[in-house]
């Protein structure tokens, strides 16, 4: 089925996730995490103005780059949190941490599209900010809580990835993200597609062939993904959205999965 097929093929170099280049459709699992040389910590990022605590992500911003300022929003000793097993963390032998700032991308997983709304809400309090570690199932979670006006890192806890609410997706994705023909057998035919003609200012909208796939597909993070949770309860268990956004602030593309049976498959393709 291929209701829009040609006029979709003209608009393929707009779609702003570049598709995935490769002459082998079964990849290799890789971690993906693309790291700049340039790790050194610096301080020359100013601390963000009180207001600013008000949205996580602005406070983040900071303390991903700036050493002194994350050090200062650290509550010592810092429960570390190891399958069960605590081993405080003292102020003196704290590293700073990037998190996931020298990533060329970051991801975010919602269960609905509402859900999305999520990180600009102001009146959040609590937020985890996971790496997950796709090949070894593993789950690494930063816990960060607001309180009199502050958000600090309260906690950090490791843990396996099958006590992680989204650990069934997580597997699922694990090889999604790396194998063409698997991709092709987890996609709902024929899928939605949308993106944005910035020449004529529009929405462009349809459905595309499982076999237009390949032209159409986004390179999609694997081995090692990040996953922010601003409050999702997940509590729709067969839905999720995966948002792949730009670390530099460019445009950004989600995919949402449905669960059909007991398997995962891909709805809509958006950006």
Sequence with gaps: ????????MMLVFLVACNKTKTSDPEQKVVDSVSVNKDSVATDSVAAPPKAADGLFDDFIYSFMRNSRFQRERIKFPLAHIVD??????Q?????FDHLYKNQDVYTLIFDDQRSVKAEKDTTLHHVVVEWVYLNKRRVKQYVFDKAEGQWRLTSIDEHSMDKNINSDFYAFYRQFSVSLSYQEKHILNPFRFKTYDYDNFQNIEGLLDVNQWPDYRPHLPSGT???INYGQSYGNANRRVLMICSQSGGMG???????????????????
């Design 253 to 271: 593309c989600s995919l949402t999965f449905v669960r059909k049976g007991k398997k995962w498959m891909l709805e809509k393709l958006e950006n």
């Design 84 to 89: 069960g097993v605590n081993t405080p963390i």
């Design 1 to 8: 089925m291929r209701l829009i097929a040609f006029s979709l």
């Design 225 to 227: 993904i990040t996953n």
């Design 91 to 95: 102020a003196k032998d704290w590293k």
